[in-house]
């Protein structure tokens, strides 16, 4: 940086205020607006509403104010990495200088966080994250698969609490759970037991660590696998206070590995307790049936065998009436069936002899319609070499001509 001119002649004396005053000035003239960058420490907020605090790094350490409706968008933590934009100015009271802020956004660990708000804000809006998606955990699953690493501490701890509670068969996929390739990998290993359907739930679980070595298990590639699986898939990795964008895909999220061991299958002792109470329940419904089924054997009359008998007859006596009823309408029927048969030749010759009458009637009028009558009466019909009729003199040469008896050819 380029050395400042002097600000004053060096012979001048200064009061203490005017002296304090002049520098307030230069330093606020000199640093109207800067961004530093640095590791918040010592943060207290005043009951005015304002914040204090000291923003450092390996060498030094400047005082930061921010004044209360200043916008802070996320927690201010000590140890946070930070970038402040704000503008130089003195404390003439403690001689010292500060920065007051106007602005403040995240460095570091801050910018991932940021990174994934902002990619978390984009799969929500495609939907992967919808609470009408979720899947509900098997009751008993008889197979577990694991993603993670056959060598890390999750994988024992999960195996662990499962021979505890409920001893499953587990099937491992092994995946690195930290660096270049663990996305895919993890991706993978969702994407191996959906296609094989050879587990009833999976497990993606890792122990905790940094930001940045959970990355993986915010990758997009991991986070659509979860979304897309079509078997129930538990989300436990890191610590209770960590978060990843599995967790908001993942049918079900537990704090830690061991919590996802947890979640996946009961105690003994809570299914003991649970098949007792079933009993309890079935043998006071068992109970209570039975009492209403004595109580209703208790109702019934029983009728003595003579009266059993004379209903019977009854019965019998009423089935004989309707049954001669129904006899005697059936024979009455075929009598009338019978009578109308009996009638059908007389119908018939009547018959006959109308279709004869019309048929007769019919030969006339054919007769007496026809082309033949005309030529016996001594007409003639002229026709050319296409037996077309020759109605006129100019009409053509004639070829034949048809008399009553017979055709003259010419």
Do not use: C
């Amino acid at each position: 940086m380029q050395k400042p001119e002097p600000a004053v002649n060096g012979d001048t004396i200064f009061s203490v205020t005017d002296a304090s005053a002049l520098l307030k000035g230069v330093v606020e003239t000199a640093f109207p607006r800067i961004k530093i960058r640095g590791e918040l420490s010592q943060i207290t907020r005043a009951t005015s509403g304002h914040m204090y605090m000291t923003i450092k790094d390996a060498g030094a350490a400047i005082s930061v104010i921010i004044w209360r409706g200043t916008p802070v968008n996320f927690k201010l933590e000590d140890g946070l990495e930070v970038i402040i934009t704000g503008r130089f100015t003195t404390y003439p009271a403690r001689s010292n200088y500060q920065i007051v802020a106007s602005e403040i956004e995240m460095a570091g660990v801050g910018v991932i966080l940021k990174m994934l708000e902002e990619r978390k804000r984009k799969l929500a809006a495609e939907g992967l994250f919808d609470e009408s998606k979720k899947k509900p955990l098997p009751r008993l699953p008889q197979r577990i698969g694991v993603v993670t690493s056959p060598t890390g501490a999750a994988f024992q701890d999960i195996q662990n609490r499962l021979r505890e509670r409920f001893p499953v068969h587990v099937l491992l996929y092994p995946a690195t759970v930290q660096g270049a390739t663990a996305a895919a990998e993890v991706a993978a290993g969702i994407e191996y037991f959906n296609k094989m359907r050879n587990v009833d739930v999976i497990i993606v679980a890792r122990g905790g660590g940094s930001l940045e070595d959970l990355l993986p298990f915010s990758e997009e590639i991991v986070v659509r696998a979860a979304a897309a699986s079509q078997i129930p898939l538990i989300s436990g990795v890191g610590h209770e206070p960590d978060w990843m964008l599995i967790d908001f895909a993942a049918d079900h999220r537990a704090p830690t590995p061991t919590g996802a061991a947890e979640a996946v299958v009961p105690t003994k002792l809570a299914l003991i307790q649970e098949l007792d109470n079933m009993w309890v329940r079935l043998s006071g419904t068992f109970m209570t049936r039975l009492m209403n089924a004595k109580q209703r054997i208790e109702t019934i009359s029983i009728k003595s065998p003579k009266q059993v008998v004379m209903e019977h007859a009854q019965r019998l006596d009423d089935l004989g009436r309707t049954m001669n009823l129904i006899i005697t309408s059936k024979i009455t029927n075929a009598h009338q069936k019978m009578e109308i048969v009996s009638s059908f030749p007389n119908i018939l010759q009547n018959r006959m002899s109308s279709l004869s009458q019309a048929l007769n009637h019919m030969e006339q009028m054919l007769n007496s319609l026809s082309y033949k009558s005309v030529l016996s009466r001594g007409y003639a019909i002229v026709r050319d070499a296409n037996s077309k009729i020759i109605s006129r003199a100019d009409s053509g040469r004639p070829a034949s001509i048809e008399f009553a008896d017979g055709i003259l050819q010419i």
